[in-house]
Each structure stands twice: as C-alpha cells, then as structure tokens.
C-alpha cells in the first residue's frame, strides 16, 4: 500500500513524507493544488490550443513505437513548445478522426520559461518546498510537459524510468506529476512499482547524437510489473517521483479525459550530459525557482 498524504496545508517535506519517498520512490501529496488553480491552467491550455497550425506540425508521440525521436520538431522541443499527437489521431487517410483539442497526446517541453501563466504555475512556493525537500540543493526545471491522455484514444505509456530520458551525474532527475483532472484507472491513471528505484542507474539510457537518438541498454532484466500498484489522483494531487522509479499508464479507452502537468527537475549541483536527448541553446540555460 502507498501512502498518501493530506497536503492542503502544505509547508514543507515531513519526516514521514520523507520515509515515504525514500521506501517507495513516490510521494503521493493529494490537493496540494487548488482546484482552481488547475482549472485556470486548462483553461489557458485551451486558449494556446487555438494557436497550433495542425496542417504544419504532424508529429505523433508514441511510447511504443519512438518515431518521433528522430524528428526536428521534437529534438529542438527542449526550448520551444512543441504538440505531439496520439498515435490513434489519423485515419488511413491521414485525416484528424476528431476535433483538435481531442486529437493532442501532448505538449512540451519549455512552456515553463516561455508562457507567463506556465511559468507562475510551474514555480509556485509549494514546488520549491518540495523538491528542496527531497534533496535537491540547486532544483532546476529541466522540462515541462502538458498531457492530454485523450478519451478512447487516449496512448499506452510503457514501463519506463524518467532518468533514461533526462539524466544528470550523478542521477537527479526528480518529476512532479499533477493531477489536472481526477485520474482513475477508468481513465488511465499512473501505475507504479514501489521499491523498484533502488540502485544508481537506470535501466536504459536515451542518448542523442546530433539529429538522431538510440537506446543504450544497461540491464534488459523486466521490470517486475506483477509488483506494479495503482496511483490515482483526483484533481490537484501531486506524484513526486524520483527518475529510477519504474511508472507506466494504460490506455484510456474510457470516454473521459485525464489531463496532467509535469515537470521534470534536475539538481544544478550535477552535471547534465550534452548527450541528453533535451538541450537548449546557450543563452536559455535551466533556471530555478526564483
């Protein structure tokens, strides 16, 4: 069972929250996000919708089959905002098969540090408190991204440790993972393997070599997902999970949808690889909190 925590009245990491995190690899911190301020950051969402050309940008985001490592769109995402589409999006004829705003799997990767109303939410007090909390002495918002999770066609996100896409050395990599709407297993909520974040690397790492991305394999042992655990989280919940923590989501085939924001942070402390699939020109460096 993973605990979780009343975190309303949030001011900091408690020792029992820290034992949390340290036992499992997650923290599971539930209203730790006004409903409110999860409903302006929809709403904003909905409005920088009505900016996206569909007709220039097809790339479709796809956890299974990766495609999209190897387009420009996505490789230069980590300082622009980019949208990605479900994979299920097109017919055979390459036609939308519903509207826009019903047809992006997500949106990425640097709205944080370009978009007023990203930035204000993404640097909010309680997220500063908490990523000091866990360890981080210098965080730095590496990346942020908006994901759909679409109904009915909503994708399939496999196994995965954060750390194989956004690595740092020594590993930092710490994601905050918050609940928009409420996320249920209906509607394709996080599933996650408590304990299975031991160790000091990830089982596999995401590596660039100047246009083109590869899979490097450390250790092709399965993650044991017979141990794997439900984490819903009703609307302004936050998952803390640290970048070894094996997570996943099945698809939502529900007709609701399971809107999320994440962010990804890493310690300023570390050194970020210039083989990291995610980079930013030199005048753009990762900034804090403040």
Not at 3 to 28: I, K
Not at 159 to 180: F, K, V
Request: proline share 6%; glycine share 8%.
């Amino acid at each position: 069972m993973i605990p979780r925590f009343d975190a309303r009245e949030f001011n900091g990491v408690t020792p029992e929250m820290s034992e949390a995190f340290t036992r499992d690899g997650v923290l599971v911190l539930d209203g730790l996000v006004s409903a409110e301020k999860c409903d302006q950051l929809r709403d904003h969402m909905a409005g920088t919708m009505e900016t996206f050309d569909a007709a220039e940008h097809a790339s479709v985001f796809s956890s299974t089959q990766q495609s999209h490592a190897q387009d420009e769109y996505f490789l230069t995402s980590g300082s622009q905002t980019r949208f990605f589409f479900e994979e299920e999006a097109f017919d055979e004829k390459g036609k939308l098969r519903n509207a826009l705003d019903q047809s992006i799997n997500k949106v990425g990767h640097a709205m944080h540090d370009l978009d007023p109303v990203f930035d204000a939410f993404s640097r909010q007090t309680a997220f500063d408190k908490l990523t000091h909390g866990l360890g981080l002495q210098k965080p730095l918002l590496a990346q942020s991204m908006y994901i759909f999770k679409q109904p009915r066609i909503g994708g399939e996100v496999l196994c995965h440790q954060d750390a194989t896409y956004i690595r740092s050395e020594p590993n930092s990599c710490l994601g905050l993972w918050i609940a928009l709407e409420d996320a249920t297993e209906e509607n394709g909520c996080l599933w996650g393997i408590p304990g299975g974040h031991k160790g000091d690397m990830p089982k596999s790492l995401f590596i660039r070599e100047g246009n083109s991305t590869h899979t490097q394999v450390l250790d092709d042992t399965p993650y044991e997902e017979e141990k794997r655990l439900p984490l819903p989280a009703p609307k302004g919940t936050v998952l803390a999970f640290g970048g070894l923590f094996p997570h996943m989501s099945c698809a939502n085939r529900s007709g609701k949808s399971r809107h999320a924001y994440t962010l990804h942070v890493i310690d300023g402390a570390t050194r970020y690889p210039e083989d990291n699939w995610l980079q930013r020109p030199a005048d753009m460096p990762f900034r804090g909190f403040h």
